[in-house]
């Protein structure tokens, strides 16, 4: 189903460390297809938590993984 904008854009991302020290924002860029890509640089090496917001079919959907970054 294709992507429709949500508070005037594809896609938003909330990044936050495990220990809730850093928070980050991003907005994402549509691809081919309905897919998403996002770019954020982090401060420190560590585990994640983030949510991924957007919008399609006429619903907002939230997406909530973690993310491990080693390098
Ligand atoms: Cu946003």
Known sequence: MPLQLWLGMPGHLIVRSAD??????A???PTEGSALRFTLT???LGRYLAWAQYATGGR???RPFTM???R
């Open 20 to 25: 809730g020290v850093h928070l980050a924002h």
């Open 27 to 29: 907005h994402g860029m």
């Open 60 to 62: 907002l959907v939230t």
């Open 42 to 44: 982090l401060p420190e």
């Open 68 to 70: 491990e970054v080693d």
